[in-house]
């Protein structure tokens, strides 16, 4: 009985061994890739570094022997320090130019915005609304002329016809009174 039970246990242990490595087998085998990944770029690295190295053995070697073949060390760092100095020049100049530069950036943007403004004020384009408005006006005050002479003459008819109003109505008290006389001296030679 103890030999199943020792059985059944260590069918457990082997069934949770299973299982564990199903579960964390796919991070194991992640975890190997990332492992030899990491491995191969160190010795990547190692052979970069050593090549450096190497370019830095030469390097030195060679700046060795023209620091041995220079005679005169004094007027190479005089030279550096003078190389220094322009390269100070240099950088100072080239602030300002840049300093120049972003205010003739900024005079260039203003420039733009003034010309899109003038564009709006395009010279063919205003011409051409002058001579238009310059016929509407021509033809308004022919027009408004017409209406003037019209206007005159309309005024000059009816005085004329006002007068000739005047004259018949004075010509018709006449006839009138001329007729009420009659009236008057038929009845008082009837009476």
Same mark, same amino acid.
Do not use: C, F, W
């Given at each position: 009985?103890?030999?199943?039970?020792?059985?059944?246990?260590?069918?457990?242990?082997?069934?949770?061994?299973?299982?564990?490595?199903?579960?964390?087998?796919?991070?194991?085998? *992640?975890?190997?890739?990332?492992?030899?990944?990491?491995?191969?770029?160190?010795?990547?690295?190692? =052979?970069?570094?050593?090549?450096?190295?190497?370019?830095?053995?030469?390097?030195?070697?060679?700046?060795?022997?023209?620091? =041995?073949?220079?005679?005169?060390?004094?007027?190479?760092?005089?030279? %550096?320090?003078?190389?220094?100095?322009?390269?100070?020049?240099?950088?100072?100049?080239? &602030?300002?130019?840049?300093?120049?530069?972003?205010?003739?950036?900024?005079?260039? *943007?203003?420039?733009?915005?003034?010309?899109?403004?003038?564009?709006?004020?395009?010279?063919?384009?205003?011409? $051409? %609304?002058?001579? =238009? &408005?310059?016929?509407?006006? *021509?033809?308004?005050?022919?027009?408004?002329?017409? @209406?003037?002479?019209?206007?005159?003459?309309?005024?000059?008819?009816?005085?004329?016809?006002?007068?000739?109003?005047?004259? @018949?109505?004075?010509?018709?008290? &006449?006839?009138?009174? $001329?007729?009420?006389?009659?009236?008057?001296? =038929?009845?008082? *030679? &009837?009476?």
């Amino acid at each position: 009985m103890n030999d199943t039970l020792a059985l059944n246990k260590l069918e457990k242990l082997i069934e949770i061994e299973t299982q564990l490595r199903e579960e964390y087998q796919q991070q194991l085998d *992640a975890k190997d890739a990332s492992i030899t990944q990491l491995s191969q770029d160190k010795t990547a690295l190692e =052979g970069r570094v050593s090549e450096l190295e190497k370019t830095i053995a030469t390097q030195l070697t060679t700046i060795t022997e023209i620091s =041995g073949k220079s005679q005169d060390v004094q007027a190479l760092e005089q030279r %550096n320090r003078e190389l220094h100095n322009r390269s100070e020049n240099m950088k100072e100049e080239v &602030a300002t130019v840049k300093s120049r530069l972003k205010t003739l950036q900024k005079d260039l *943007a203003e420039e733009r915005t003034e010309l899109a403004e003038l564009k709006k004020y395009d010279p063919q384009r205003l011409r $051409k %609304n002058l001579d =238009g &408005a310059k016929r509407k006006l *021509a033809d308004k005050t022919s027009a408004a002329d017409k @209406l003037q002479k019209s206007l005159s003459e309309t005024r000059s008819e009816k005085a004329q016809l006002e007068q000739k109003v005047k004259d @018949l109505e004075a010509q018709l008290e &006449a006839v009138t009174a $001329k007729q009420d006389d009659q009236t008057e001296e =038929g009845e008082q *030679a &009837a009476a």
